[in-house]
């Protein structure tokens, strides 16, 4: 019994080795119970009762979540609602992840974001275009818009809209405001003059001009370190960005760089019955800027289809201008500067995506805005680009049969084998994340809850009231001061005299920067737009 004890009692060898079995044990058993229980709790995060939620639908307003580039952006979060609850029918409800929206939509605006940036648009669009376009933006880091509005925009169920979202300035067209423009130091100068006095597009052009030179102040009054001048049917593709978001893009910009050149990508349509582009057109065909020589001019006609030009219509981008002493604008595609050349780069990866003649109703409402008469002649007063010469001509000329075949035969990409031997020469392009985007922004409420909230901050009496009492004078002032005669009044012929006879007393500048298509086939010589 002795013995036996002796050879079952610990030895210190022993006890030594059997602590560190112990030790091991426990941070083996830690190390497996540890994993085990976060796969467990991730589980029941993502089951809940059994069957997969949607992602979306577990994020609740307390949380916050933000898109790329946006930290401590003016966009907040809105709560996710119903797929069906959405301004506009124009899509059905697609199983794609929404992004995190929440119902309250008010934006707070933070005063520490950087760059802040402003975008200016004179426009005459209806809700269905603006919204979208608007919050596209504002998702990749735009602060605020200044939106000179006349025609359906101006009208007081959209207007109300615009006006009671943060961060958006509404301008209207009034008499008091063509007064004020009539008298800008512009009519002086000749670097817009060969522009004046004629229609249409020119006349627009006119119009965008002296809009961006009142945006000029109030974006800088307003704090704004970039200005950007786009139409409602473009979006900004911040490519190229360490994140999706204009913000970064322009932040990376170095300090000595005065302006900012977004080649555009113009869009290629693959069906003729197209209602809402921002969602449903995924393919654009790439600006000569990015592409090599190489292949633009070597894949140009097959590019062109017997079009007048590669683009539709123009090809030289568009410009953000940082905010600074003496700027003006040059045309509705660049800024200048009074005292100096601005110092000016062109991104190689970041876009304008122009949506041209999307939908077959653009041929007939750019028809409906002109006036001319559909003659070769006529048209060449109205319209800068070739192919708008053709479109106004057919839209003015054809019956509804013959202007959807005209439009299958120069818009719509119809060819699918063209269309992949292109898209494999890197002449088209897909683009996915603004049609993502537009849609997440839909499909949480996002555009409704808007329409919705500013509804009910008016009562019936007092909206009614406003309907009368401000549009209605908006309308008359356009009528009995029609835009085409900005500065025809008292200052038109002093204009006339001055530009004839004291020209020589005003710096010189060149012409402001039209509409331009991109480069011809013939052409050897690129010159910059």
Known sequence: ??????????????????????????????????????????????????????PISRWSPEESHKFPGMDSSPLSTVAHSSSHSSDCSLLAHSNTPSFPYYKDWKFKLHSDLKPKICITTSTSAGLEQILPWMFYHKVIGVTSFLLFVEGKAASPDVSKVLESIPGVKVIYRTRELEEQQAKSRIWNETWLSSFFY?????????????????????????????????????????????????????????SNVDMVIFPNYESSV???????P???????????DHLTKDTYFGMYKEATRGNPNYFLTYGNGKAAARIQDHLRPNGAHRWHNYMKTPKEIKLEEAAVLHYTYSKFSDLTSRRDRCGCKPTKDDVKRCFMLEFDRSAFIIASTATEDEMLNWYREHVVWTDKAVNLKLLRKGILTRIYAPMVIVQG????????????????????????????????????ASETLPSRKIGRNQHSQATRRILEESASHFEFHEEAVPPRPPPGIDEDVITEA
């Open 270 to 276: 693959e069906r003729d019955d197209i209602k809402d």
């Open 441 to 476: 922004l839909r499909e949480s409420g996002v555009f409704s809850s808007i329409v919705s909230s500013a509804q009910k901050s008016l009562s019936k009496d007092k909206f009614l009231a406003s309907i009368e009492s401000s549009n209605s004078s908006k309308a008359a």
């Open 198 to 254: 004629k229609p249409c597009n020119y006349e627009l052009f006119v119009k965008q001009s002296l809009n961006m030179e009142m945006a000029i102040v109030m974006a800088r009054d307003g704090g704004m370190d970039w200005i950007i001048h786009l139409d409602t049917d473009e979006l900004l593709h911040p490519a190229g960005a360490r994140e999706y978001s204009l913000r970064q893009l322009l932040l990376d910009v170095p």
């Open 1 to 54: 019994m002795a013995g036996l004890y002796t050879s079952l009692r610990p030895q210190p060898p022993s006890s030594s080795s059997s602590s560190q079995q112990s030790f091991f044990s426990k941070v083996l058993l830690l190390l497996t119970i540890l994993p085990l229980s976060l796969a467990v709790f991730a589980f029941v995060l993502q089951w809940r009762g059994g069957g997969v939620d949607d």
């Open 278 to 288: 921002f969602t449903e057109v995924s393919m654009f065909k790439k600006n000569y």
